[in-house]
């Protein structure tokens, strides 16, 4: 059976929840292979209308096992409260296992985030403050915490006494606050380790069990190839690496496994946060955009960025994600316009480039634009390709000319069922 990571080939926010629930139905696992609490993945179906910040999106089939891998950084209090959530709207959480060795993001993470934040004034990143930067610093520094540490409350205070005194002196002499409290902070990992007890597991058996008897498993990603720590537009990105290369590591199954990928696509463009956004649109169109595809952070709630297709992009995420297909996401939200444009190039120093640079030199592009015909009339209640406006399959063909990888599925509302497949 095939091994799927659905990832992001943009900036994040392409839907890539939406089309884990809807391949889950088939799914024997899930894994989320990294990130953390930063960025929310939006479901709607029979249980109602969701967003996922750690808990995997298939959460809603019963008989998918679905894992918070090891590459995850987990903030114990947000996913205990995502796991009441669920239970309260009557989903069973019987099948969630949560790595052991996945990252804690402490308190003190998020206080750091917002403090170095503030710092920066004009020059914010953009972060979304959840605490992911320092938590995958400690990591990087091994001085923090896993999900077992929660469950020795011994080994627990041996910890967080020895990073304790370390960082209540950069509080106190760096930013002029006052120290956290080494007991509260203890009690505060332990009383979650306490309720998340149930969940914690030594992930390795299972997972193993599952490639042995060739189940089927998606690997769930998190945000999008611009974003990616060493590909993305750094340093205006998340701390851990989106691509499917990394989902190897953080879901613990051998790099030889995963044989397909699916790229998640947005039918448009949107980022939320900082950083160089080609195609941005601050008028009246992006504004129609941003409103018809509601495009607000599903973990902040700030309103993202929005822009014409970037094919430029798009391309550079599709060849570092390797895509073996695409899932175009979104593609409803265009119905009203009467022209659609493609950046099919970037114009920098009086040259055009189809490549993405560096930061330095992409914040100086301008997009180089293609116009193609709209529609113009409500495709959501449309299952076949063959059905959608003729325009809607040239936009569709077009893009996938740009990208070079066939577009086999095809979101048309946020819904489950709002999905076209396509094989041909």
Request: glycine residues 10%; neutral net charge; charged residues 25%.
């Amino acid at each position: 059976m095939p091994i799927t990571a659905v990832v992001g080939t943009q900036w994040g926010d392409e839907g890539k929840g939406r089309i884990v629930d809807f391949l889950a139905q088939n799914a024997d696992m899930v894994i989320r292979f990294q990130g953390g609490n930063n960025a929310g993945h939006t479901v709607i179906n029979q249980f109602g209308k969701f967003r996922l910040h750690l808990v995997p999106c298939g959460i809603f089939n019963p008989k998918t096992i679905n894992i918070v891998g090891t590459g995850v950084v987990v903030n114990p209090e947000a996913i205990w409260q995502e796991i009441c959530e669920l239970k309260s709207a009557g989903v069973k959480m019987g099948t969630l296992l949560i790595s052991e060795r996945a990252q804690v993001v402490m308190p003190y993470h998020i206080l750091f985030d917002k403090l170095e934040e503030a710092s920066l004034g004009n020059k914010k990143l953009g972060t979304t403050l959840r605490g992911i930067a320092p938590v995958y610093a400690d990591k990087a520094a091994r001085v923090g915490l896993q999900m077992a540490d929660l469950l020795d409350k011994e080994y627990l205070t041996e910890r967080i006494e020895a990073v304790l005194a370390k960082k209540n002196l950069i509080i106190q002499a760096v930013y002029n606050q006052k120290p956290l409290s080494v007991a509260e902070m203890i009690d505060y990992a332990y009383d979650y380790g306490q309720k998340l007890k149930g969940y914690i597991c030594d992930i390795m058996p299972v997972v193993q069990k599952a490639l042995k008897e060739d189940k089927k498993i998606l690997l769930e990603g998190q945000l999008g190839v611009m974003r990616d720590l060493d590909w993305g537009i750094y340093p205006y990105t998340t701390s851990s690496n989106p691509l499917p290369g990394f989902a190897s590591v953080g879901a613990g199954i051998p790099p030889y496994k995963i044989n397909d990928i699916l790229g998640v696509v947005k039918a448009y463009s949107s980022s939320v946060g900082g950083g160089p956004f080609v195609t941005e649109l601050k008028d009246e169109t992006g504004n129609l955009i941003r409103e018809r595809g509601q495009e607000y952070g599903a973990a902040t709630g700030r309103p993202r960025r929005v822009g014409w297709f970037d094919a430029v992009a798009t391309r550079y995420g599709v060849q570092l994600t390797g895509a073996t297909r695409l899932a175009l996401s979104l593609l409803d939200v265009l119905d009203v316009f009467p022209k659609i444009k493609i950046c099919v190039g970037y114009r920098i120093n009086g040259k055009t480039i189809d490549t993405v640079p560096v930061t330095r030199l992409l914040n100086r592009c301008e997009p180089v634009y293609e116009e193609v015909e709209g529609w113009q009339t409500p495709i959501s209640e449309i299952r076949d390709f063959n059905d959608l406006p003729k325009p809607a399959q040239n936009y569709i063909q077009r893009l996938e000319s740009f990208l070079g990888v066939p577009i086999e599925i095809i979101s048309v509302g946020p819904k489950r069922e709002q999905i076209i497949t396509r094989q041909d």
